[in-house]
């Protein structure tokens, strides 16, 4: 069977997925809504036996609101980029949390990596330029990890730009 997809055929020079950083896996977020729901409602009580009643709800709201912050920065940790390059194609693909897609094709021999630089910060933004239009990459990345991406990338345009030196193998 032949595909009608010819990026299959192409050997990938370079290939990503970029996911944001969450420092605190389930485990840790279960033991922090448990050690933090005790000291509230203990807290609570102390308050509440003080005869300052109100005090003990705003304690279990807070304890809501908290869960509630930490599972809308867990749903937004579903979003990712996807970046490929061949030596026809750079596919960049963005998926929000949501789901909702974006992808972007282009030529990798017209294709420019720049980045945005400060002394003490490092790299602070990627962005492919083509045609006079820019495209950030990598924005879930810290300024050393960029750095490295960056140097990944960048051999990746450069090998594609040398052409298709790779052999398949069937």
Do not use: C
């Not at 908290?66 to 937004?76: D, E």
């Not at 579903?78 to 970046?83: K, Q």
């Not at 693909?93 to 282009?106: A, F, T």
């Amino acid at each position: 069977m032949i595909s009608d997809n010819h990026d299959e055929l192409e050997p990938t020079i370079f290939s990503a997925t970029i996911t944001p950083h969450r420092s605190l896996g389930n485990v840790g977020f279960l033991v922090l809504m448990i050690v933090f729901g005790v000291v509230s409602f203990a807290t609570g009580i102390a308050f509440l036996l003080m005869g300052a009643w109100p005090v003990f709800g705003f304690f279990g709201l807070d304890v809501l609101l908290l869960y509630w912050a930490f599972r809308v920065s867990y749903r937004s940790a579903a979003a990712y980029e996807e970046i490929k390059v061949t030596a026809a194609t750079l596919i960049v693909r963005k998926v929000n949390h949501h789901g909702k897609m974006r992808e972007w094709r282009l030529n990798p021999l017209w294709v420019k990596l720049d980045k945005v630089t400060t002394e003490e910060f490092g790299i602070e933004r990627l962005f492919l330029v083509t045609r006079g239009r820019e495209l950030t990459v990598a924005s879930y990345l810290g300024p050393e990890e960029k750095e490295g991406f960056a140097k990944q990338l960048s051999n990746a345009l450069n090998e594609a730009r040398r052409g298709p030196t790779r052999t398949v193998l069937n």
